[in-house]
């Protein structure tokens, strides 16, 4: 197993270290200096909501919006970036408190569509076919005030709308169980992949699997992904990190189960991902007690730690594996997987 994976990931990823219960601890790093220091770690390929490409889009005609969106185009090409894909963000503007393609008010349902466009039209200028739809806000706290049936049909046609709009594109559902809202439509892997079937052309929409969103379903990311593989339906993956059922941590790959990220790396080479040009994508935030010197560690640490369980997935004794698939013993599996961590 020789796959060597090209990596990808966003610049939400460089932040000020603010969070809900307190501001910036770090000055906020230019968006040129975020794709130098991208390239210098190791990336190939950055991620973009349609607003980190063109800030002000929400005020944009499609004409200006086109032309911000290609002079983004050119500074990658200079930075040596491929764009990964777009994602609309459909949970900040006052306009998605209700949800986005959720909401109960059809006005709000409509920006969501109008914001879908944007997005799209962004994607088309950078040269990326995929759409990475986070449905954030798609959800409730109080169990009566939708209908659950009706907001699946409200996204089925959603996406419709958007894979009906333009015939290239891709949409990659990244499903996450809860926060910001209690209790997500879509919270997993399963429902993201029936979403898809559901709609008008199902061979344009897959799913991007984050590690952490697996994690807080109670589910295994590694299971997770080879599913979604088992579909041929992984288009994009965020791998990180997250203890227990709690706030959505992002932590580093594989610095809290170390054996879980293991088992991801081990499903994506077995499956040959990253042959059909998909990205091994990272979403990772920093410590807010890191320094502005050392606030990209977290993304230097993610990539060792994937590049490090890679080399544990070549040197895997695979007879030894099989044999133990045979005879039974998993308790010796299991000391010959701990062991090969270990040594
Ligand atoms: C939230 C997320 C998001 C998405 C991103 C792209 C901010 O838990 O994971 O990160 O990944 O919006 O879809
Ligand atoms: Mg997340
Ligand atoms: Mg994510």
């Known amino acids: 197993m020789t796959a060597t994976f090209r990596y990808s990931v966003g610049p939400w990823n460089i932040h000020t270290g603010a969070d809900t219960f307190g501001p910036p601890v770090r000055a906020e790093v230019p968006f040129a200096r975020k794709l130098e220091l991208m390239k210098e770690i190791g990336f190939d390929a950055i991620q973009l909501h349609d607003d980190d490409a063109v800030p002000d889009l929400n005020e944009c005609d499609s004409r200006s919006l086109r032309t911000k969106a290609k002079e983004l185009k050119r500074q990658l090409d200079d930075a040596g970036l491929v764009p ?6 459909l949970w900040e503007d006052a306009r998605t408190r209700d949800g986005a393609y959720t909401a109960n008010l059809k006005q709000l349902r409509d920006y969501a569509d109008e914001r879908s466009k944007k997005a799209i039209e962004v994607a088309n200028e950078l040269g990326t076919n995929n759409i990475v739809l986070w449905l954030a806000r798609e959800g409730n706290f109080v169990p009566e005030n939708k209908s659950t049936t009706r907001s699946l049909h ?15 594109i891709r949409i990659m559902i990244e499903p996450k169980p809860n926060e910001p809202v209690d ?15 559901a709609t008008a052309d199902p061979s344009r929409v897959g799913v991007l699997i984050e590690s952490a969103h697996s994690l807080l379903a109670g589910l295994d990311p590694a299971d997770d992904m080879a599913f979604a593989l088992a579909h041929r339906k992984l288009w994009g993956v965020h791998l990180n990190d997250q203890n227990g059922l709690k706030f959505d941590q992002d932590r580093p790959f594989g610095s809290v189960n170390l054996r879980q990220a293991f088992n991801q790396v081990r499903v994506l080479m077995e499956s040959g991902y990253g042959s059909g040009g998909e990205y091994v994508g990272l979403d990772v935030k920093a410590l807010r007690t890191q320094s502005d010197e050392k606030a990209c560690k977290h993304l230097a640490n993610s990539l060792f730690v994937a590049e490090r369980l890679a080399d544990k997935v070549r040197s895997l004794n695979a007879a030894e594996v099989a044999a133990r698939q045979e005879d039974g013993d ?14």
């Not at 996406?159 to 709009?165: C, H, S, V």
């Not at 997500?184 to 029936?194: C, I």
């Open 154 to 168: 409200y996204l089925t046609e959603a996406i419709n709308r958007m894979l009906e709009a333009d015939k290239q």
């Open 84 to 89: 990964e894909f777009v994602a609309p963000r």
């Open 330 to 343: 998993y308790e010796e599996l299991d000391r010959y997987i701990i062991d090969h961590l270990l040594g």
């Open 183 to 197: 209790k997500s439509f879509v919270p997993t892997v399963g429902h993201a992949l029936a979403l898809g079937y």
